[in-house]
């Protein structure tokens, strides 16, 4: 190519050139001239930038942009370097500019800071601290972002890398960019001896600061908002593989280790198919977000993915397909990283791992394998001899086995085997018997089953055997909800499950710790824990899941009442959740159903344990008190049900069970309250419903009665007070007021505005006409509202009292309700269903949309417009999905006019529909892809 058709950025002489004839003869100290050049500096790395990205073919090119923009920074910075080294003579010269760091690896991203450091010769004067400066703020005034820029002598720059590890790192990356090249060669040749001469503590201190670095960016390769620089099995692990491989082995370690039989072509094809799709990723978040942010969040994953050419597919939406891609290769990356500190260890360049043995009870170093087909090689685990897998490939699933009973590592060797047999997991393999006893048993038995099943996973082992298991790993979910890939979800369960079993969770699950000693049908709970989300992307999950179970214990040779039992938990196992979150347990009708679609209370006590830790593993922060305490109380209430046998019975004879149940806590209060206030006792259990007392407990009841009791006694006719309730882990609100229209509404507008999230509500109206309600609200980040803040919970509490006795209370303007750009990249469809069955007393409306601030006040306000009467509600939310559940009545009934509730449908698709037409007018602003959210967990 012509170097006349190069664009200016990428020609050193032509910059020159041009920033020649811009300075002429004036130089830097001139400000039109300075202008000039800078103005043309610009215009160079826009131009640079501009071609770099003209590199980016689909999914690929992205690591031949990232050099072709180191090259275009390299030529640009030697160009300014030197033209400012003129206008400073001998001092300019005597000065060397060098890359560290990222950069100095000859690697660059758009909006990535340019890492340099100055070197100054030995003896030093304010002529070279003043070149520096002048230098430095050029590159400022173009728009440069210089990360370090430190001037230092070799001494003082040795001095610091002794001292600090990520300093020592950066500067082993040195490259000579311009000045004096002798003092850039200097440092470099005394680092590397510096850090060779370390050996094993070198190495160490890295692999520590990389541990440190993923603890800080998120432990797991596998959620869903990466950062594609820092998460683990990211560019940065891969940087600095290939960095420890060529400092400490050479120039040609790649090489000489595929020569070795250490790495394959398929390795090095890995490592260059991983860096080249990171890059490219990098590139494009770079350009969108106008900056040097590297997380590849939410908004920005469906734009990418179109760029990349990713389209939707039956079963994956285009998003969904590219992070199962990213998360294919952050695999790939993990296999890559096994390999190279397996060599560290050979070459004692790194201390052994622990491995299993660091979740295991202390015991003494594992000696040799009890099975002869196994031997231990530097501590990890391989094959004794891998001829013997063709013989017997059941060797393939008793090599973890071993290991977990061990409590070792496994070998890249014994990985790398796994690999290139994998074909051998045929039909009949996953059929075998003895395969079929060594799987159960490390599901079963294994002291740590989510480590070894993870280990099975990433060597592709455990989605070869159980292959409905394999359609899910890597497996996205495109929602706010779910904060891993759905594979790593599963083993995440897989372990609270252990967890729980081991008594170490009985504070936050006390029930679930109790009666999973009682469970008969252990082995079905873990293979339903294992298969539950099978059904992800199938079309409904839960019935595709359920069919997927089905086949998979066939397989497995269980019983089929065992197969049954497997497949209709995996059927059910959202069943429990969605009754105790989105339900008014009070009512008979929610108890009646549940416990009949239970049917026994072994299922009970399997579903109970499932749901826990289904919840428990999505993510940090999705399981609090509120949702165990729901869940404790239906489990409660069924568990009674079902003692007295009367699932089987009558609907007629469960609901007098559950009256009966009511009228027991009346007379249970009574014999309480009768010793203070015998009148108040006996007035207060005839002013309110059996809902009321089948609602709360004991304690809740006692609590509602003092307050009523004490208001009361004041005379007020209306009363509010907010107190922390740490069972359900939510700050209640208990009102009492006179009842009239649009109360409801107005007291949620009112806590919307305090920003007070509700998450439940049960609302009673006395036989005499007064409203008595309790709210359970938390702040934005799921605590109890005002947790450390009595103020605020008492203004909270005055605030609602106004609302109640008609005070006029401010709406949420629609500028007030701000949302966030990740949540904007969702498309989330409206839903409304009315049902007048559901409920024994009232009818159910359950209205699901885009989650915001104000979304529960405009829903009540819609409601109020229509004439109801509020029963009760349930606020269930699933990241940018909010699911709110009323339970109405229209003149003390049912809704029965059809027209009417059309009507009613109509308006809540109104107030849900317009928040999504916002979004999608601003995204389409934007010019930004976007993707529809996956409907169910």
């Not at 090095?268 to 106008?290: P, Q, S």
């Not at 393999?429 to 099943?453: E, G, K, M, T, Y």
């Not at 799921?782 to 609602?800: M, W």
């Amino acid at each position: 190519m012509l170097v006349s058709a190069l664009p200016a950025a990428l020609d050193g002489l032509k910059l020159r050139a041009e920033l020649a004839a811009a300075l002429g003869e004036k130089g830097w100290a001139d400000l039109p001239a300075r202008q000039g050049a800078i103005v043309r500096i610009k215009a160079a790395i826009g131009a640079g930038r501009e071609a770099a990205t003209d590199k980016l073919r689909g999914a690929t090119g992205g690591l031949e942009a990232a050099r072709f923009l180191s090259g275009v920074m390299n030529a640009t910075l030697a160009a300014v370097f030197d033209s400012v080294a003129a206008d400073h003579g001998a001092a300019g010269q005597e000065v060397a500019l060098t890359a560290i760091g990222g950069y100095g690896a000859g690697e660059l991203a758009p909006r990535s800071d340019l890492d340099l450091l100055f070197l100054k010769p030995k003896q030093t004067s304010a002529a070279h601290d003043a070149f520096v400066s002048d230098l430095i703020q050029i590159l400022w005034d173009c728009g440069l972002e210089i990360g370090g820029g430190a001037t230092r002598s070799v001494k003082e720059s040795l001095e610091i890398a002794r001292e600090n590890i990520g300093e020592r790192t950066s500067m082993l990356s040195l490259r000579h960019l311009a000045g004096n090249p002798a003092l850039a060669e200097m440092l470099r040749r005394k680092l590397r001896e510096e850090a060779i001469s370390s050996g094993a503590a070198f190495v160490e201190a890295k692999l520590d600061e990389r541990d440190a670095r993923i603890r800080k960016a998120g432990a797991s390769r596998y959620t869903v908002e990466p950062n594609v620089k820092e998460s683990k099995g990211g560019l940065r692990d891969l940087q600095l593989l290939r960095w420890l491989a060529q400092f400490l082995y050479g120039a040609d370690a790649f090489e000489r280790w595929v020569s070795s039989g250490l790495l394959t072509v398929s390795d090095v094809e890995k490592y260059l198919r991983a860096t080249d799709f990171f890059w490219t990723i990098r590139f494009h978040i770079h350009e969108l977000v106008e900056g040097k942010d590297d997380r590849l969040t939410f908004d920005i994953q469906p734009e990418i993915a179109a760029r990349m050419g990713f389209d939707d597919a039956e079963a994956e939406s285009a998003v969904e397909r590219f992070m199962r891609r990213y998360f294919l290769t952050a695999m790939d990356v993990g296999s890559l990283t096994r390999l190279v500190c397996a060599k560290l260890e050979a070459d004692h360049r790194k201390s052994r791992p622990r491995g299993l043995a660091r979740f295991l009870p202390r015991t003494d170093a594992p000696g040799e394998p009890a099975d002869s087909s196994f031997r231990l090689v530097d501590g990890r685990l391989d094959f004794a001899d891998q001829a013997d897998i063709e013989r017997d490939p059941v060797l393939l699933m008793r090599l973890f086995w071993a290991a977990s009973a061990m409590g070792a590592d496994l070998h890249p060797d014994a990985i790398a085997a796994v690999g290139q047999n994998i074909r051998r997991v045929d039909e009949d393999f996953r059929s075998d018997p003895r395969a079929v006893r060594v799987f159960l048993s490390i599901l079963l038995d294994s002291a740590a089953p989510q480590l070894v099943l993870r280990l099975m996973t990433e060597a592709g082992l455990l989605g070869q055997f159980i292959p409905e298991f394999g359609e899910i790993v890597a497996r996205t979910q495109f929602n706010m909800y779910h904060r891993y890939t759905v594979d790593e979800h599963t083993l995440n369960l897989i372990g609270v499950l252990r967890d729980i079993e081991n008594g170490d969770l009985e504070a936050d699950h006390p029930v679930a710790t109790k009666v999973i000693h009682d469970i008969k049908n252990r082995r079905a709970l873990h293979l339903a824990a294992l298969l539950h989300d099978t059904g992800k992307g199938k079309g409904d999950q839960c019935v595709e899941g359920a069919a997927q179970a089905r086949a998979a214990c066939t397989r497995l040779g269980l019983p089929k009442a065992e197969t049954e039992l497997v497949a209709w938990l995996v059927r059910s196992h959202l069943l429990m959740s969605d009754t105790a979150q989105r339900r008014d347990i009070g009512d008979p009708q929610t108890v009646i159903e549940f416990a009949r679609e239970v049917g026994t209370l072994e299922r009970l006590n399997l579903l109970t344990v499932l749901t826990v830790i289904d919840i428990r593993a999505v993510g940090p922060g999705i399981w609090n008190g509120w949702k165990g305490q729901l869940l404790r109380d239906l489990y409660v209430a069924t568990r009674s049900v079902l003692e007295s046998d009367a699932s089987n019975e009558e609907a007629s004879d469960i609901r007098d069970i559950l009256r009966a149940q009511a009228d027991d806590a009346r007379r249970a209060f009574r014999e309480k309250l009768d010793r203070v206030d015998s009148d108040f006792a006996e007035r207060w259990t005839r002013e309110l419903d059996d809902a009321y007392w089948l609602s709360f407990s004991d304690a809740d009841r006692l609590r509602h009665a003092a307050f009523v009791r004490a208001a009361k006694g004041r005379g007020d006719i209306v009363a509010a007070a907010a107190r922390i309730d740490k069972r359900r882990a939510a700050t209640e609100i208990m009102m009492m007021a006179p009842d009239r229209p649009r109360l409801f509404a107005d007291i949620v507008s009112v806590l919307a505005e305090l920003g007070a999230n509700v998450v439940g509500a049960q609302v009673s109206t006395t036989a005499s006409g007064e409203a008595f309600d309790v709210f359970y609200v938390q702040d934005i980040s799921g605590q109890p509202y005002g947790v450390d803040r009595e103020r605020a919970r008492d203004a909270l509490a005055e605030r609602v009292r106004r609302a109640a006795a008609g005070s006029k209370t401010r709406t949420l303007t629609k500028t007030a309700r701000r949302l966030t750009q990740r949540a904007a990249a969702f498309t989330v469809v409206p839903t409304v269903s009315i049902d007048a069955d559901a409920a024994e007393t009232a009818t159910l409306i359950e209205a699901s949309g885009r989650d915001r601030p104000g979304l529960l006040a405009d829903l009540s306000q819609a409601l109020a417009d229509s004439g109801l009467e509020l029963q009760s509600a349930r606020i269930d939310g699933y990241g940018e999905r909010a699911t709110d559940v009323f339970y109405v009545l229209k003149d003390g009934k049912k809704l029965t006019d059809e027209a009417e509730i059309d009507s009613i449908r109509a308006q809540l698709l109104t107030v849900l529909a317009e928040e999504e037409e916002r979004v999608e007018e601003r995204a389409r602003s934007r010019g930004l892809a976007r993707a529809r959210a996956s409907a169910g967990r």
